[in-house]
């Protein structure tokens, strides 16, 4: 019970800083938006839209995603925190994406490294 609290706790951490990691100047002119599933304990549905440079995070779909990640919960909060790498975590199926992969690889780029 408690790895599942402390992992809705990093979660609830990583999405109320990711706004303020935005690099402007990266994300102007960049409208997008990307459902991110977590699974697995500690999990739910979030969508990341990144709009007039600025990010927000929601728990309601407010538009269609042009980028679909699903991943779990932990291995989220591992990829965020630096203990697992996106590209491994792609290549072992641990991360699945559908969509547009040009933007996959573009969104790290949007952000400043915490």
């Keep these: 019970m408690a790895a599942t609290e402390d992992t809705a706790s990093a979660i609830r951490a990583i999405f ?12 102007a ?25 600025e990010a927000k995070i929601s ?20 990829m965020i925190q630096g203990k697992l790498k996106s590209q491994l975590a792609f290549m072992n199926g641990k991360l699945k994406m559908a969509g547009d992969m040009g933007l996959a690889m573009k969104i790290p780029t949007l952000f400043n490294r915490g």
């Excluded at 938006?33 to 979030?46: D, E, H, M, S």
């Design 16 to 27: 109320e800083e990711l706004p303020k990691r935005l690099n402007p100047e990266a994300a």
């Design 29 to 53: 002119g960049v409208d997008i938006l990307v459902r991110i599933n977590l699974t697995g304990n500690a999990g739910g549905t979030y969508y990341l839209e990144i709009a007039d440079g």
């Design 59 to 78: 728990e309601s779909a407010i538009g269609q995603p042009q980028l679909t990640m699903t991943i779990s919960a932990v291995d989220y909060v591992n």
